[in-house]
């Protein structure tokens, strides 16, 4: 598919497009919407290259990396044209800027026309990030809910329309026309990891049987924990960041998580947990500038 953008920048995005030999339902899997976030899309191409077409029944639409120009320039979240987050513009602006329009084509191709959608992440360059899926509060919330059991990894956040920390990403965006979606993240800081890529390629196998878009009998349901929304701390002035508490720790209500400190070692702030969380990821990069991410806990 190729894309036009401001001042006729153009790209193009590979896609694959398996269609069965019987009716069935439509399956989208996106990746790479974050181009350096390469567990994901390494999983995208090993699932199309391993899976059994014979097997498929109605059609599965595989986008290995979304955001190419972000691939090829080795940026963390943005997509390099215009310096905006893709996973916040959707469902996209046809007169917009490049992001803007990059997402509205992205949608009207391959996200409107799909009866379930899986979003494929990894923890970004700067992101210590343990994995989890997240799914939003909305009419088909509870389909998405079981798209994200299916999937078979133990953390799952459910997104609130109340105070939603994330606002304009695909699954938000497919969720809002009816489309169960799910958001999974596996893998961390931008390195290709085999162990994150596998536990990408089981999920989604293990989903594309459970919607029956392929033969096979799904595993048993898997123990899970369901979290109630976000918390996303964040730095109000830039400084130097240094975590306490290990991705994946559990911490109560009040507990110091880490500290900013000036560039001559002076803290001057202690980050606090406001509930009782999770931390499912945190920056792992000291270096913070004002308003940037520090731990993402999901709320028990």
């Given amino acids: 598919m190729s894309i036009s953008g401001p001042h006729g920048l153009e790209v193009d995005i590979p896609f694959f497009e398996i269609d069965g030999s019987e009716d069935g339902p439509h399956l989208t899997v996106l990746a790479g919407v974050h181009g350096a976030e390469y567990s994901s899309i390494a999983a995208a191409k090993k699932f199309v290259r391993e899976i059994d077409v014979t097997l498929v029944r109605g059609r599965i639409t595989v986008v290995p990396i ?87 990894i133990k953390d799952i956040v459910r997104q609130k329309m109340s105070g939603m920390v994330v606002t304009g990403s695909t699954t938000a965006a497919a969720a809002a026309i009816g489309i169960p979606a799910v958001t999974v993240e596996s893998g961390h800081n931008g390195i290709l990891d085999p162990r994150a890529v596998e536990i990408h390629c089981l999920g989604i196998t293990n989903l594309a049987r459970s919607v029956g878009v392929l ?73 913070v500038s004002a308003g940037g991410i520090l731990v993402g806990l999901a709320i028990r």
């Fill in 66 to 152: 979304v955001n190419i120009l972000g691939f090829w320039a080795r940026t963390a979240f943005i997509v390099p044209a215009d310096g905006k987050n893709l996973n916040r513009s959707f469902p996209g602006d046809s007169s917009g800027t490049f992001s803007e329009v990059l997402a509205d084509r992205v949608f009207k191709k391959f996200i409107e026309d799909s009866d379930f959608l899986v979003d494929m992440h990894a923890g970004d360059i700067p992101e210590s990030l343990t994995p989890f899926t997240v799914f939003e509060e909305s009419i088909v919330e509870d389909k998405s809910l079981a798209l994200a059991k299916a999937y078979g």
């Fill in 215 to 287: 033969s096979g009998t799904p595993w048993p349901e898997r123990p899970h924990q369901l979290y109630d929304g976000w918390d996303w701390l964040r730095s109000d002035r830039e400084g130097w960041w240094s975590p306490l508490c290990e991705t994946g720790a559990e911490v109560h209500a009040g507990q110091v998580v880490g500290t900013m400190s000036d560039l001559w070692g002076d803290v001057y702030a202690q980050v606090t947990a406001p509930n009782d969380g999770t931390i499912l990821f945190q920056t792992s990069s000291p270096a």
